[in-house]
């Protein structure tokens, strides 16, 4: 219970209204009143009082309007993962302080707000004297463009840049300033805080395939999490 009011407390120092449920049967009864007072987002805790916050994903896609949904924890394996991304859901390790909470929100709000993978992804052969792909799981990097199991996505060039960088660094996470260092080749201030939006973007242009893209508070950083994608 104190870490439920914990991120009830986060997200109204944050500016947002919230609506606790701490079992699935609240959050049951919570559905029930929806059309009476929905919610823009909905943050899943894996561990409630009745059972697993990843049993509330069928529920909460069925909502209308529905709610942008995050699964968060403090144990955030890849199992759990992958259950919360073919639900439907943005899988995040549970954020506790304002900054990482509102880089989900950013995370949640431009997935929401985009098309089905369908209609954002297109073939499109490689081009001739391209440099060498980078593969990595059932990706494939190429000199602008990222090829996954459904097609191929054109990136720009700093996120290709980043997710070049990280994908090379074989699932380890890098800070803000690795990734402005060694991505972007810049020490400076600003390109340290544009990572961070680089990042969004990149959640973004990924679509379906956000969840590629992990971050990892304790290392203060981002990873590559192939294996949400490999099951």
């Known amino acids: ?97 304002e900054l990482t909470l509102r880089d989900l929100v950013a995370l949640l709000d431009a997935r929401h707000e985009s098309t089905t993978h369908s209609e954002r992804w297109s073939a499109a052969p490689p081009r001739e004297g391209a440099d060498q792909p980078l593969v990595f799981g059932p990706f494939t990097l190429f000199e602008r463009d990222l090829g996954t199991p459904t097609g191929r996505h054109r990136l720009r060039r700093a996120e290709r840049a980043i997710l070049a960088f990280l994908a090379g660094r074989d699932g380890r996470p890098a800070s803000p300033q690795q990734i402005a260092s060694e991505a972007l080749n810049r020490n400076d201030d600003g390109a340290v805080r544009s990572v961070y939006s680089h990042v969004t973007n990149l959640r973004a242009a990924l679509g379906a395939y956000a969840a590629l893209i992990e971050t990892v508070p304790g290392a203060a950083g981002y990873r590559v999490a192939t294996e949400i994608f490999e099951r």
Not at 28 to 36: D, G, I, K, S, V
Not at 55 to 78: F, G, I
Not at 79 to 92: K, Y
Request: aromatic residues 10%.
């Open 1 to 97: 219970m104190d870490a439920v009011r914990a991120f009830e407390r986060l997200l109204k120092r944050c500016g947002f209204t919230a609506v606790v449920a701490t079992s699935l049967a609240e959050a049951r009864t919570l559905f029930a009143r929806w059309q009476e007072q929905p919610c823009a987002y909905a943050f899943v805790d894996n561990k409630l009082g009745d059972g697993f916050g990843v049993e509330l994903l069928p529920d909460l896609r069925r909502l209308e309007p529905p709610p942008a949904v995050a699964v968060v924890s403090n144990w955030l394996t890849s199992e759990l993962a992958s259950l919360a991304f073919r639900g439907g859901a943005v899988p995040m390790a549970k954020p506790d302080d």
